[in-house]
């Protein structure tokens, strides 16, 4: 097939389930890699995502770098899509969000159990957390969400192909769900 359908994912504030979700198409994979190619993703080696046709983003924004990440897809992406609940609404990340940063860098680095040599990390290459965790579509505009912690496989292939196959995408009752 002369043009394949460009397709980058990404996992920013999230856990890969989504990710592992997707990959549970299973055998479906090899029929979706007769038409689409990967771009940037974690399954592959491509570092900065190209100009693709539809970006997958897994995870909500906790720090600078996943603002970065975010910002790049948008650009170089035709649909931006939130997938899983993390992207959508901050998901179980976003509970730090009742909680002052500085209170959260505590617990973890100076009082928490066990810690030894109390002291939180400052290594300029280490990307700066956000104060909270926000949903992607509070900085960059979406297209679609999968709903779902993860979305099931079904809403994966039923999403993508309706895409593929030139359909407005939708899903059946029975796939959508937010657990
Ligand atoms: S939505 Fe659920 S499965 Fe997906 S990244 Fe968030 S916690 Fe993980």
């Known amino acids: ?10 996992s920013l504030a999230g856990c890969f389930g989504c990710h592992t979700s997707f990959l549970d ?10 038409v689409v190619e990967f ?23 906790c720090n600078s770098e996943n603002i970065h990440t975010l910002r790049e897809f ?14 959508i609404n901050g ?7 009742t909680i002052p940063l500085e209170e959260c860098l505590g617990e973890s680095y100076l009082d928490g159990i066990g810690v030894e040599n109390p002291q939180i990390p400052s290594d300029p ?3 700066l957390l ?19 912690c993860p979305p099931s496989a079904d809403v994966f292939w039923k999403f993508l192909t309706d895409l593929i196959d030139g359909r407005e995408p939708s899903l059946p009752y029975e796939l959508v769900h937010y657990d």
């Not at 948008?74 to 992207?87: D, E, F, M, N, T």
């Not at 956000?130 to 779902?148: A, C, Q, R, T």
């Open 25 to 34: 198409i299973d055998e479906r994979l090899l029929k979706l890699a007769e």
């Open 130 to 148: 956000l104060n909270k965790v926000y949903p992607i579509h509070e900085v960059v505009k979406i297209d679609y969400s999968l709903p779902g």
């Open 74 to 87: 948008r650009k170089h992406c035709k649909i931006l899509v939130a997938v899983g609940a993390c992207a």
């Open 39 to 61: 771009d940037r993703s974690p399954l592959t080696d491509i570092e900065h995502c190209n100009p693709c046709d539809i970006g997958l983003i897994e995870g909500g924004v």
């Open 125 to 127: 290459e280490l990307p």
């Open 91 to 97: 998901g179980l990340p976003g509970y730090r969000n």
């Open 1 to 10: 097939m002369a043009n394949k359908i460009r397709l980058a994912t990404t």
